[in-house]
């Protein structure tokens, strides 16, 4: 875990409002923006009873982030995922330049995501 920098939070922290739990449980919700790491890849935790593995943590820019990466945030969209960040975080700007670390994740019942194969 060198190339990450230290833990600020516990990965029992990283999905904790219940829309949210459900929504990962579901298979809606697929990654979890956060200011620190609460978690490194190959690390598992529970929702619920359910175990989930981080398969990634990367650094983005909030500029840079999509509606499709809303909607793996478990929202509806990028509007709906920014007015709820700023309602909760009274004060925040939203900084296009700002990033956040990005924690993907999956149920480990569930199959991972491959490329198809190709056949001739």
């Known amino acids: 875990m060198s190339s990450y920098p230290e833990k600020t939070c516990d990965i029992t922290s990283l999905v904790r409002h219940p829309k949210l739990v459900a929504a990962a449980i579901a ?13 490194y890849p190959e690390e598992t935790f529970e929702l619920e009873g359910i175990a989930f593995i981080v398969t990634s943590l990367t650094r983005e820019r909030l500029g840079d982030m999509t509606d499709a990466d809303a909607q793996a945030e478990g929202y509806p ?34 199959a991972p995501v491959c490329a198809a194969s190709i056949s001739d």
């Open 27 to 39: 298979g809606v919700k697929t990654r979890q923006g956060r200011d620190g790491v609460y978690a």
């Open 77 to 110: 969209d990028l509007a709906a995922y920014k007015d709820l960040i700023l309602r909760m975080h009274k004060g925040m700007v939203w900084n296009l330049d700002a990033k956040v670390w990005v924690h993907r994740f999956r149920r480990l019942d569930a």
